[in-house]
């Protein structure tokens, strides 16, 4: 960003103009607010753009709030001559070189102001100080989010997001903030999504509900997976567990693992028990 001449001078905090569509935090930080109370005739001045007399804040919110619960009516401030375009590059490269360090989530929503500023991501990633990978990152996740919404989602729950077949994501996103899925949980329910095509089908015809199946489905896979690991040190004693077998055969597998649980812990205890010492055990009743 090519630096502008400005001048240093008091402006009314009441003239303000405080966009929302510049400002890149998504809300205040109270202890920063109180700290800056404390220190506030200290503290350097406030960013604003000159847009044709009409005076954007584009860095320090925190300050502005600070100087309002003061009482304070001025505030000093640098101010450049330029248009809105160039108040959201100031606002988005000025938060990421000082003040309190952003989210993750604010980091992608500065990517995204200044890549629809046109740009490039190498660009964005010299202004925001971040590789170009990371950079494409924070840019692919902002693009996902303005398609699915899901605000209270976290760049990692969009970088899961964006792995999922397209026509499956805005149905992945309210599923995630409906049922508060980690980024881990939606990361198990994308691939699942990914790699079994028939299980898209399924969801487009009844989102939530067929997302939810798929969620349970791959509970009761690695649940099946832990008794195969059990059967496999049962075939190493020696044993022939009938019931256990009954049960991986059963359809209502999840049903009869829930029943069993603690009988088939325990005796998987004995087993590996006489996996060290060699003697045999009775099947499970």
């Given at each position: 960003m090519t630096e502008r001449k400005f001048d240093v001078r008091e402006v009314r905090l009441d003239e303000l103009d405080l966009d929302p569509n510049i400002n890149i935090r998504f809300e205040v930080d109270e202890a920063?607010?109180?700290?800056?109370?404390?220190?506030?005739?200290?503290?350097?001045?406030?960013?604003?753009?000159?847009?044709?007399?009409?005076l954007i804040l584009c860095d320090?919110?925190?300050?502005?709030?600070?100087?309002?619960?003061?009482?304070?009516?001025?505030?000093?401030?640098?101010?450049?001559?330029?248009?809105?375009?160039?108040?959201?590059e100031r606002a988005a490269v000025?938060?990421?070189?000082?003040?309190?360090?952003?989210?993750?989530?604010e980091w992608e929503r500065a990517a995204w102001r200044l890549s629809k500023l046109g740009f490039t991501q190498e660009q964005v990633a010299k202004k925001l100080g971040f590789s170009t990978r990371y950079t494409q990152t924070l840019i692919q996740a902002a693009k996902v989010r303005e398609k699915v919404g899901a605000p209270t989602?976290?760049?990692?729950?969009?970088?899961?997001?964006?792995?999922?077949?397209?026509?499956?994501?805005?149905?992945?996103?309210?599923?995630?903030?409906?049922?508060?899925?980690?980024?881990?949980?939606?990361?198990?329910?994308?691939?699942?999504?990914?790699?079994?095509?028939?299980?898209?089908?399924?969801?487009?015809?009844?989102?939530?509900?067929?997302?939810?199946?798929?969620?349970?489905?791959l509970t009761y896979i690695r649940m099946f997976d832990d008794v195969v690991e059990k059967v496999r040190l049962l075939e190493q004693a020696g044993i022939t567990p009938a019931r256990l077998a009954g049960m991986l055969a059963d359809p209502n597998m999840a049903t009869r693992w829930t029943d069993r649980a603690e009988a088939v812990a325990s005796y998987s205890t004995e087993v590996s028990k006489s996996l060290k010492t060699g003697r045999q055990l009775k099947v499970v009743p």
């Open positions: 920063t607010v109180v700290r800056y109370m404390e220190l506030f005739d200290q503290l350097p001045p406030v960013d604003v753009v000159d847009d044709k007399g009409t320090g919110f925190h300050r502005l709030e600070a100087g309002l619960r003061l009482g304070r009516e001025n505030v000093f401030a640098e101010v450049r001559k330029g248009d809105r375009a160039y108040a959201v000025a938060n990421a070189k000082h003040g309190l360090p952003l989210l993750q989530e989602l976290t760049t990692a729950h969009m970088r899961q997001i964006w792995r999922a077949p397209e026509v499956a994501q805005v149905a992945l996103a309210r599923m995630a903030e409906e049922q508060h899925l980690s980024a881990g949980q939606l990361r198990e329910v994308a691939e699942a999504l990914r790699d079994g095509p028939t299980v898209v089908d399924d969801v487009l015809k009844d989102a939530i509900p067929g997302l939810t199946a798929m969620r349970d489905r």
